[in-house]
């Protein structure tokens, strides 16, 4: 039966006639289509070889992918720590420098009070 559906698809790819028939009815195959047959099917064995090879590479390129969004979301995680860092260092500053200008301010109206008066 196998034989059968590739001796078609080799029939309809080549436009030439695998098997016969004889005039009592018999199928059979000439020297030619058997060495036909063996040809396109050693084709189709390297075509899946080769696309066995593709697969394999492709699973290879989708494994270093991965590898890389893995470093990629820690190189996220860890700059998202420092940017919190970075804004409570930022916050903290914001507060010194309001707390030197309520020092500056209160010492500055100390001494014009203390010179008006």
Do not use: C, H, P
Request: proline share 0%.
């Amino acid at each position: 039966m196998m034989l059968l559906i590739t001796s078609t698809l080799y029939a309809s790819e080549s436009n030439t006639q695998i098997i016969l028939k004889s005039d009592d009815g018999r199928y059979y195959l000439t020297e030619q289509s058997v060495i036909d047959l063996a040809n396109y099917l050693k084709k189709l064995e390297d075509l899946n070889a080769n696309y066995s090879e593709q697969i394999t590479n492709l699973k290879k390129q989708i494994d270093n992918l991965s590898l890389q969004i893995n470093e990629l979301e820690k190189q996220i995680s860890v700059l998202e720590q420092e940017k919190r860092d970075l804004e409570k260092a930022l916050e903290n500053e914001k507060n010194k420098k309001l707390t030197w200008t309520v020092v500056a301010v209160l010492t500055i109206g100390t001494t014009i009070y203390f010179f008006v008066k």
